[in-house]
């Protein structure tokens, strides 16, 4: 399992993930689930990955092999490449981010058709699912959750972050303190918070944390950052966080029973 949220912002986009993957308690590992594509000056998306490895490293490279096809339309002396089979929107031909959406759904809807005979007799899922957030030249910036279905949710200024994986125990925090009119930062802040709180929770959570920055109009990422297993940034974010809480508890209405037996000055 994994955790990844990405959150819309009046000002841009900001995606984080944690990078642990395991396979039982005895095969714990780490790979990349944020991943970054500029394909044109006029585009860029920012893809966030949980749910089945092979699935997703799958849709990764195809999504890849796609853009090398569309970069690379002759073989050589001038021969035209193989035929593809039908023109569907990628990442380089899509005028809306939806478009692009749609198409990273129906790669990942292809991939787990092609493995779920093999998975279903080993009580293996082999079901993924994506957050998308980017912009194309001309159009707003936007986030979308792709389901395994392959079908997709936009988020909005009233739901302004999008979660998949182990999304439950990071959600708390966003929903009390975040709103899309939050700066970059903060949000980042934020995302960072959730990232370190699930960690505490659950064990299939965990470092190295990555958290990327866009700001709206940009076409490009300004910050990147990844924070390693020990990093000082982690346990700061731990331990201010929980010291908060402890204050915030210390701050609650006391019942009446405590009002009453509180001495008379």
Not at 77 to 91: A, E, I, Q, T
């Given at each position: 399992?994994?955790?990844?949220?990405?959150?819309?912002?009046e000002?841009?986009?900001?995606?984080a993930s944690d990078?642990?993957t395991?396979?039982?308690v005895?095969?714990i590992?780490?790979?990349r689930?944020?991943h970054?594509?500029e394909?044109?000056?006029?585009r860029?998306f920012?893809l966030?990955?949980?749910?089945?490895?092979?699935?997703t490293q799958?849709?990764?490279n195809q999504?890849?092999?796609?853009?090398n096809?569309?970069r690379?339309p002759?073989?050589?002396?001038?021969?035209?490449?193989p035929?593809?089979?039908p023109?569907?929107?990628?990442?380089?031909?899509?005028?809306?981010l939806?478009?692009v959406?749609?198409y990273i759904?129906?790669l990942?809807?292809?991939?787990?058709?092609?493995?779920?005979?093999?998975l279903?007799?080993?009580?293996?899922?082999?079901?993924a699912?994506?957050?998308l957030?980017?912009?194309?030249?001309?159009?707003?910036?936007a986030?979308?959750?792709?389901?395994?279905?392959?079908n997709?949710?936009?988020a909005?200024?009233e739901?302004?972050?999008?979660?998949?994986?182990?999304?439950?125990?990071?959600?708390?925090?966003?929903?009390?303190v975040g709103?899309?009119?939050?700066?970059?930062?903060d949000a980042a802040?934020l995302?960072l918070?959730?990232q370190?709180?699930?960690?505490?929770s659950?064990l299939?959570?965990?470092p190295p944390?990555e958290v990327?920055?866009?700001?709206?109009d940009?076409?490009?990422v300004?910050?990147?950052?990844?924070?390693e297993?020990?990093?000082?940034e982690i346990s700061?974010?731990?331990?201010?966080?929980?010291?908060?809480?402890r204050?915030?508890?210390?701050s609650?209405?006391?019942?009446p029973?405590?009002?009453a037996r509180?001495?008379?000055?």
């Amino acid at each position: 399992m994994t955790y990844c949220v990405g959150f819309w912002l009046e000002d841009g986009l900001v995606m984080a993930s944690d990078s642990r993957t395991n396979a039982g308690v005895d095969y714990i590992s780490s790979y990349r689930k944020l991943h970054i594509f500029e394909p044109a000056p006029d585009r860029l998306f920012m893809l966030l990955a949980a749910g089945n490895l092979a699935t997703t490293q799958a849709v990764i490279n195809q999504i890849q092999r796609d853009l090398n096809r569309a970069r690379r339309p002759t073989m050589g002396l001038g021969r035209p490449s193989p035929d593809p089979g039908p023109r569907h929107h990628d990442l380089l031909s899509a005028s809306y981010l939806f478009e692009v959406a749609a198409y990273i759904g129906r790669l990942s809807v292809e991939v787990q058709t092609e493995n779920h005979s093999a998975l279903h007799q080993v009580g293996a899922s082999g079901e993924a699912s994506f957050i998308l957030g980017g912009q194309i030249l001309g159009q707003p910036h936007a986030l979308y959750l792709i389901y395994p279905q392959g079908n997709a949710i936009m988020a909005t200024p009233e739901t302004p972050f999008l979660q998949i994986g182990e999304s439950k125990y990071g959600k708390p925090p966003l929903d009390s303190v975040g709103h899309c009119r939050m700066s970059l930062e903060d949000a980042a802040r934020l995302c960072l918070v959730s990232q370190v709180i699930t960690r505490r929770s659950n064990l299939t959570v965990g470092p190295p944390f990555e958290v990327a920055l866009y700001p709206r109009d940009s076409l490009a990422v300004s910050h990147h950052q990844r924070l390693e297993r020990g990093a000082r940034e982690i346990s700061e974010i731990n331990r201010i966080w929980i010291e908060s809480q402890r204050q915030a508890m210390q701050s609650l209405p006391r019942f009446p029973w405590e009002q009453a037996r509180e001495p008379v000055v």
